[in-house]
């Protein structure tokens, strides 16, 4: 149990469309990052939010963006989803100034 | 920037052997190395990290990995491994003192524990 909970578990959505994932993290957790896992592959760095501003970015197109709130809740969205955005994402969270992260369990997204 | 290249995708391996998951990584600078596990449609947990310190570490369920600097490894241990043990397992760095401590992670290996 890491106290990270992502939401819904598992999402369809069609091509061109848009789609919110969330995540809640820890209490005093003030740092969240996400994480793209493509099937047989490992996580890839999306970007990472600190007191609600991204500061860090992985190789990733503008379409993807995300907020976190002062509740320690986080979101990741997707503009005008593509078949190959089809993946596992996940969220980690920390507190700052420490390295090690608390993943949620992720959010299966399937485009088709 | 960091890599991890994570030798084998796929480790069989008879229950009640040892096993060894070979990792190694790339940087110009100093690293924190972490392996995390993932069972089948679950999330990452922590399997154990090195900061600092003694370069053994170990978990809590028998597992240990060493950091060899020279070599630039991580490999990780188990001298008996159970079935329980059968998820995947990957390798990851962030840079040390960086303060985001975004992680690169390998492509992970699918241990198979054999009954």
């Known amino acids: 149990e890491t106290g990270v909970t992502q939401s819904p578990t598992h999402l369809i959505k069609t091509r061109g469309q848009q789609v919110t994932l969330r995540c809640s993290s820890q209490?005093?957790?003030?740092?969240v990052s996400w994480y793209q896992q493509a099937l047989g592959q490992g996580p890839q760095f999306i970007f990472q939010?600190?007191?609600?501003?991204?500061?860090g970015r992985g190789n990733f197109p503008p379409r993807f963006s995300g907020l976190q709130f002062p509740n320690y809740s986080s979101e990741l969205n997707v503009n005008a989803l593509e078949l190959d955005d089809s993946a596992l994402y996940l969220c980690?969270?920390?507190?700052?100034?420490?390295?090690?992260?608390?993943f949620g369990q992720g959010t299966r997204l399937t485009v088709v | 920037a960091q890599s991890v290249t994570q030798l084998d995708s796929q480790v069989p391996v008879f229950e009640e052997a040892p096993v060894e998951l070979r990792c190694n990584y790339s940087?110009?600078?100093?690293?924190?190395l972490f392996w995390y596990v993932q069972y089948p449609n679950q999330g990452l947990q922590l399997l154990l990290k090195?900061?600092?310190?003694?370069?053994l570490v170990e978990s809590i369920n028998g597992f240990e990995a060493e950091f060899n600097k020279s070599q630039t490894s991580f490999h990780l241990r188990k001298p008996s491994v159970h079935i329980s043990d059968t998820a995947e397992y990957f390798c990851?760095?962030?840079?040390?003192?960086?303060?985001?401590?975004?992680?690169?992670f390998g492509k992970g290996t699918k241990l198979s524990v054999i009954p």
């Open positions: 980690a969270s920390r507190y700052d100034g420490v390295a090690e992260a608390f």
């Open positions: 209490s005093g957790h003030n740092t």
């Open positions: 939010y600190y007191r609600e501003e991204e500061n």
């Open positions: 940087s110009s600078v100093s690293v924190y």
């Open positions: 090195y900061l600092s310190g003694s370069t």
């Open positions: 990851a760095v962030s840079i040390s003192g960086a303060g985001s401590y975004q992680l690169t």
